[in-house]
């Protein structure tokens, strides 16, 4: 159901922001199931008084928030950001690797409780999230409104300036450069 809201609010409000929308409250929702665990813990293993709602809540948050952003919205942006010429390839690469990562993690998942308990297994997984916050905060454009046409020339405007940046700053052309203007 947060799949269709997603397919239905993305043109409006944008990837960039349902990704970070959802990163967010995941890192809320994985933060509070961490501080649930931790008063649990400190309570003698009892549930603390008047909390009950809050594993139901931090879960329902969790899956809602994944279902509007970080779930669709990858793939959709995934397809608009890999150039043509690598988008099959690139794109069954990066399905692989995401579901593979979920493997990781279902595995993992029971090791880490009994290893550093349930509290610190939660706020590790929110860190993620917060990591990946940060990540699209910095690293992914926006692309509401624009066509694929558009956002490949932006990136190739970037590669080149990239080039053109490491051209300028590579110490063996400037090197050449000098000796040349000795001549």
């Known amino acids: 159901m947060a799949g269709i ?21 995941m890192v809320l929702a994985l933060s509070s199931f961490g501080l649930y665990f931790y008063l649990k813990s400190q309570n003698g293993g009892t549930q603390p008084a008047g909390m009950d709602w809050l594993p139901l809540l931090s879960l329902t948050t969790y899956v809602v928030s994944y279902s509007v952003g970080l779930g669709p919205v990858g793939y959709l942006i ?20 995401k579901w593979l990562m979920s493997f990781v993690v279902t ?12 509290a610190v297994c939660y706020w590790l997984f929110a860190s993620f999230c917060l990591t990946g916050f940060v990540a699209i905060l910095f690293l992914v454009p926006e692309t509401k409104g624009k066509s694929l046409v558009e956002i490949q020339q932006i990136f190739n405007l ?20 000098n000796s040349y203007q000795s001549i």
């Open 78 to 97: 995934m397809g608009e950001l890999l150039p043509l010429r690598i988008k099959g390839f690139a794109g069954s690469a990066l399905t692989s690797i």
């Open 158 to 177: 970037q590669e080149e300036s990239c080039i053109l940046q490491a051209k300028e700053s590579s110490p063996l052309e400037n090197k050449s450069r």
């Open 5 to 25: 809201v997603a397919v239905l609010i993305v043109e409006k409000t944008g990837r960039r922001f349902l990704l970070m929308l959802s990163e967010g409250a």
């Open 107 to 118: 595995m993992l998942f029971q090791l880490i409780i009994e290893s550093w308990g349930d």
